[in-house]
């Protein structure tokens, strides 16, 4: 739930301060991810040796408290002045048309000329009457309970984000493959470290655990190095987001005939860079998808929720450490 708030707050936040080279502002934010999967793991590994694994979570989480310290410099994004004006505009143009019905309509009582005057031979108070009779009391109450309970089910899809579905059908695909993503990806994460070890015998745990800062390396580079190529329009957010799953699903493939701690690390680093392209470019495709109004939803239903599951399953499908 902590990583949730805080990952969704950190994604949505430069969407709101950069429009133009917002690829580029989203790498630079996202290469934060691939340092600490670099440096973490072995620091965690020697933690556990000197202190034992509740000294190290100690200590691990007060290096997590400073994510209160980043919370504290965000601010409000100021008023952008041509998007107030847009919105000034758009009022100005709906007064006039609102004062343009205002006077046709005192046009008509006062016995002017209609746009449109009804010419079937019936009165208005013949149309009224007509309602009123064809009405029923009963019907009355089922209209209010139906659109009542309607009201309540649009205002949950709202609040849950799903209502974003019905907007994007491309953000519902988006989502799925997320959720894809994350049952293959997480697994490796969480079963490399111990199959290193089983693999490579004469290797330690320290050195099994430092082909996850490969990993980090590799997608500290892919963070770090989209955004250059997105703004200069040498790659499409799709394109490299699609490369990175296609190469991430054929290196995970061809994972388990890897017997040399060389290619593990090799491995380690071309895995790094297909998450590293995943993550920080989906991001970019949400904003692409949605409107900035539904950009916290929408990352929040693919980073996080969907992205979640997937994270979830993975390790349970992918069986367990021998």
């Not at 008509?108 to 009391?137: C, F, H, R, W």
């Not at 695909?173 to 490399?192: E, K, P, W």
Request: charge should be positive; aromatic fraction near 8%; glycine fraction near 12%.
């Amino acid at each position: 739930m902590g990583f949730s708030l805080s990952y969704t707050a950190s994604a949505v936040i430069p969407g709101h301060y950069f429009d133009k080279h917002f690829a580029l502002a989203n790498g630079i934010s996202c290469a934060g991810t691939g340092v600490g999967v670099m440096i973490i793991p072995p620091l965690v590994q020697l933690l556990i040796g000197h202190y034992g694994w509740r000294g190290a979570m100690m200590v691990m989480s007060t290096v997590l408290m400073n994510i209160c310290v980043c919370g504290a410099v965000f601010r409000p994004v100021p008023p952008n002045a041509k998007r107030t004006q847009a919105i000034s505009g758009a009022s100005v143009n709906n007064s006039n048309s609102n004062g343009v019905a205002i006077t046709e309509k005192k046009s008509a009582e006062n016995g002017g000329p209609l746009t449109n005057p009804p010419n079937d031979g019936v009165q208005n108070g013949d149309y009224i009457k007509m309602a009123t009779e064809s009405t029923s009391d009963c019907d009355k109450t089922d209209a209010k309970e139906t659109f009542r309970c309607s009201t309540l089910l649009v205002k949950l899809f709202k609040a849950t984000g799903f209502h974003i579905f019905w907007k994007s059908s491309r953000f519902f695909v988006l989502c799925l493959t997320q959720m894809l993503v994350g049952l293959s990806f997480s697994g490796v994460m969480v079963h490399i470290v111990s199959h290193i070890g089983q693999v490579c015998q004469n290797r330690t745990s320290v050195e099994a655990s430092l082909i996850l800062s490969v990993i980090g390396i590799g997608s500290l580079s892919a963070r770090a190095g989209h955004g250059f190529l997105v703004d200069r329009h040498c790659l499409t957010p799709m394109i490299g987001y699609s490369i990175g799953i296609v190469i991430g699903s054929i290196t995970i493939l061809f994972s388990p005939l890897i017997k040399d701690y060389v290619w593990f690390a090799i491995y380690g680093a071309v895995l790094g860079t297909c998450i590293g392209l995943n993550m920080s470019l989906l991001r970019v495709l949400v904003k692409e998808f949605l409107s900035l109004k539904d950009l916290a939803q929408g990352i929040g239903l693919s980073a996080v929720v969907f992205f979640g599951t997937g994270d979830l399953i993975g390790p349970l499908l992918s069986g367990k450490s021998t």
